[in-house]
């Protein structure tokens, strides 16, 4: 467990409030002895001075006290600190009391006598909750924090960059290019610019240029007068005069026909445009965001995109990283889907196991973020418990990991020349993967066959031929 400075976990600080001394003493020798830090007060006034100079993780509060109730000390310590779990014991225990004390936010209510190992376990598990909770709420912050560029999650140097340069051009009307692998969030990055720039108020048209036919390219972006062709059977306003004053995003910019690059470099350049069929220019007030997964630069080298073109659309570039170049997001982005599709779903899922997370990190994520997505809100649908587990998560991801190490490690197929023995190789691969199962299911065999794709009699067969 890590507090706020990443640090391990400071030593639980615990008060105990009871007037009577025998119990002060028994309750302290019994804590101290299980490695907690003990003060104790003797009455209720003096809990809440304590209370008020330090901060407790944890309280241990009798409700008789002499002076003022428990339940009053309970009260302070709410007030000063929510966070503070506080546990009641009382000889007098009533049920009305109780839900008293529950209510005002006690985590527990403990008859006297207690046993003592029952109190123990009670306070080590309400401090693990409270480290839970705990670990959420920083998480919670953090996604909150990191939330403010129009849903974009991610808190890496390398998105800080990408977040500085938002800042940078969202004041300008230069025209931006978004460069990056797919999935990576360029749309929501074009997004961004528009909403945070004095145009949000103004339409973002987007224009998907890879699936748009080439014969309607022209007419989507400066629309066509009645007539025009076959099919024009009255005026139409293009994407771009629609955009007037806003931003347009040219997505898959990549994939223009060389003929459409010219009109677009002309309206590009121009601000204005003649709809197809038409014989009066149009001006209009638009900035250009871009964006492509392919190599524009190399596009050009090739012949493939005008070089003037890429040059006027790209006055900024963006990069976005891919996911595995910033895999300290994965945490905050699995998280925050986890909470989107939790809460679409009607689920109350809240916490991913830090097990999934670390098979997460071993995966490379060729889709990137619309792949983590998916793979989040298939799991989401398939679980039923609160918590993502690994065996909630996609078999195909776990599999694909260990192609890849499989692949990293390579199998020297040159050796052949001296001969090999198949028997031998194969056995070497059986073995391997097996362990790799039994490792990720930490020797659970059920799921280590259903990793495997082969009935748990088979597995057993294996792991004895094996000697596993
Ligand atoms: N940093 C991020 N935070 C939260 N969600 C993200 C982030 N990046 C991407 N996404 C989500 O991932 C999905 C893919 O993002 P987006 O469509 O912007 O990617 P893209 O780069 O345009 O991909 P493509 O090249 O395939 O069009 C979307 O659902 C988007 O909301
Ligand atoms: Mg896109």
Not at 68 to 84: D, F, Q, S
Not at 338 to 343: A, D, F, G, P, R
Request: glycine share 6%; aromatic share 6%; with cysteine.
């Amino acid at each position: 467990m890590k507090d706020e400075e990443g640090g391990r976990m400071k030593t639980p600080h615990i008060l105990v409030v009871d007037d009577e001394l025998s119990m002060r003493e028994l309750l302290e020798f019994m804590l101290e002895r299980e490695g907690y830090e003990v003060s104790c007060a003797v009455n209720g006034m003096n809990a809440i001075s304590m209370i008020k100079a330090t901060s407790f993780d944890l309280l241990l509060c009798d409700i008789r006290l002499g002076d003022i109730t428990g339940l009053e000390v309970l009260k302070v310590a709410k007030k000063e600190n929510p966070h503070t779990v506080v546990i009641m014991i009382s000889a007098y225990s009533s049920a009305e009391t109780a839900v008293e004390a529950m209510n005002e936010g006690a985590y527990d209510y403990v008859p006297k006598p207690f046993d003592n190992n029952e109190l123990k376990q009670t306070i080590a598990k309400a401090l693990e909750l409270r480290t839970i909770a705990q670990e959420k709420r920083l998480l919670d912050d953090e996604l909150k924090k990191h939330l403010h560029f129009n849903r974009i999650v991610g808190n890496s140097p390398k998105m800080h960059h990408v977040y500085e340069m938002i800042r940078q051009v969202c004041k300008t009307t230069t025209n931006v290019l978004i460069t990056g692998e797919s999935g990576t969030g360029k749309e929501l990055v074009a997004r961004a610019i528009h909403e945070k720039s004095d145009r949000r108020d103004q339409p973002f048209v987007s224009i998907n240029c890879g699936s748009i036919p080439e014969t309607l390219l022209e007419s989507e972006f400066f629309g066509h007068k009645k007539g025009a062709f076959t099919g024009a059977d009255q005026n139409k306003k293009g994407l771009f005069e629609m955009a007037n004053k806003g931003t347009v995003f040219l997505d898959e910019i990549g994939e223009i026909s060389s003929s459409m690059q010219v009109k677009l470099l002309k309206a590009v350049q121009d601000k204005a445009f003649i709809p197809v069929g038409g014989s009066e220019s149009i001006s209009v007030d638009v900035r250009f965001v871009s964006a492509t997964n392919r190599k524009l630069e190399n596009e050009v080298i090739e012949g493939r995109f005008r070089e003037d073109l890429f040059y006027r659309l790209n006055v900024i570039e963006i990069r976005l990283p891919p996911l595995r170049e910033r895999k300290e997001d994965l945490r905050i982005l699995a998280q925050h889907f986890l909470e989107k599709y939790s809460s679409e779903m009607g689920k109350r899922m809240t916490k991913i196991s830090s097990y999934a997370i670390d098979l997460l990190n071993k995966y490379d994520f060729p889709g990137n973020i619309r792949e983590l997505e998916n793979l989040i809100e298939r799991s989401v649908a398939l679980s039923n418990t609160n918590i993502l587990l690994p065996d909630n998560l996609s078999i195909s991801i776990h599999k694909r990991t260990w192609m890849e190490e499989e692949k990293e490690r390579g199998v020297d197929i040159d050796a052949m020349a001296q001969g090999v023995s198949l028997d031998d190789i194969l056995e070497g691969i059986e073995r391997a993967y097996i362990q790799k199962a039994l490792d990720l299911s930490k020797g659970n065999q059920k799921m280590t066959a259903r990793l495997l794709d082969i009935n748990t009699r088979s597995l057993r067969y294996r792991l004895k031929k094996l000697n596993l």
